[in-house]
């Protein structure tokens, strides 16, 4: 079984419609899919309605944005029923302060001589999420930047431009909405936070006391040093396993669905905690009506 347990759709800051991501998944042999766009569930029916024809099993999840120490630290929900009361309503204030946050971006870079970033970062969105990404794409393709990433490191960071800072959930808000919703609450990509490891078992040990169960031990982002680093991290607190692509599109060629490495050993994998019929209750979640 191959296992990828995190990925972006159009809803959020992906570049495929979510049924395109499924497709082109269970084409490069993942398994068990999560689809988990930025505070935003969106996409899960459409995904599960072409897994299903496929044979998928789809996990549905959401990657919530978290403030911590003044630093924007993400948390996976898996395994999260998109129709549950309190999710919905705490991604929902999220997404206002997107909304707000994005807005604010278009403002800022206006004064240092950038018009209209905020309309053409919203036409690239297509969905309801318009993220730093998009005004990332907007700023290279103008010739602002030589790429993407480069548009992060001169605008969008701390002390540049367009910046704007985040004011997300809290770790208890967070792990509690994705509770409330029947999930499990993994940190995503820790390696990319770049803090010491002093921090960052700090920032462990107040995810695990806000109920947190998980952290991604293999990622796109994380070296094969940075894996061993978080499993014996993982290791150390009883904390699950997990892995994924944080896949966003075609247009990341280095980035692809289900190319990860195995677990390193001793890692206690998340999917070991997940009987046959929550995957199965995954994979029919579209004949449910979720989403």
């Not at 570049?15 to 505070?39: C, M, Q, S």
């Not at 789809?58 to 993400?74: A, F, Q």
């Not at 792990?175 to 820790?190: D, F, L, N, T």
Request: glycine share 10%.
């Amino acid at each position: 079984m191959f296992y990828d347990l995190h990925s972006h759709s159009l809803a959020s800051d992906g570049t495929l419609a979510p049924g395109e991501l499924v497709r082109r998944a269970r084409a490069a042999g993942v398994d068990v899919l999560a689809l988990t766009d930025h505070d935003e569930m969106a996409g899960v029916t459409e995904a599960a309605e072409a897994a299903t024809a496929l044979g998928l099993t789809l996990v549905p999840g959401v990657e919530v944005s978290v403030t911590w120490n003044r630093m924007t630290i993400h948390i996976v929900g898996l395994h999260v029923d998109p129709n549950n009361t309190a999710l919905q309503a705490g991604l929902g204030r999220l997404r206002k302060f997107r909304d707000w946050r994005a807005r604010e971006i278009g403002r800022r870079l206006a004064k240092v001589g950038i018009e209209g970033a905020y309309e053409a970062a919203a036409e690239r969105a297509k969905g309801r999420v318009v993220s730093r990404t998009h005004f990332a794409q907007f700023l290279a393709g103008e010739g602002h930047a030589k790429s993407v990433r480069d548009v992060f490191k001169h605008f969008l960071k701390r002390n540049r431009p367009g910046h704007v800072p985040g004011e997300w959930a809290t770790f208890e808000e967070a792990v509690g909405w994705i509770r409330a919703a029947g999930g499990q609450a993994v940190i995503a990509h820790p390696a990319r936070y770049d803090m010491t490891m002093t921090r960052l078992r700090k920032l462990v040990g107040e995810f695990m006391e806000a109920g947190g169960v998980g952290i991604e031990v293999v990622s796109a982002s994380h070296s094969r040093d940075d894996c061993f680093k978080i499993a014996q991290l993982a290791r150390h607190n009883g904390l699950l396993a997990s892995a994924g692509s944080d896949y966003h599109g075609p247009e990341h060629p280095w980035v692809e669905l289900g190319r990860l490495a195995p677990l390193p050993d001793g890692c206690n994998p998340i999917w070991g905690s997940w009987d046959t019929e929550l995957k199965r209750a995954a994979c029919d979640i579209d004949r449910r009506g979720h989403g």
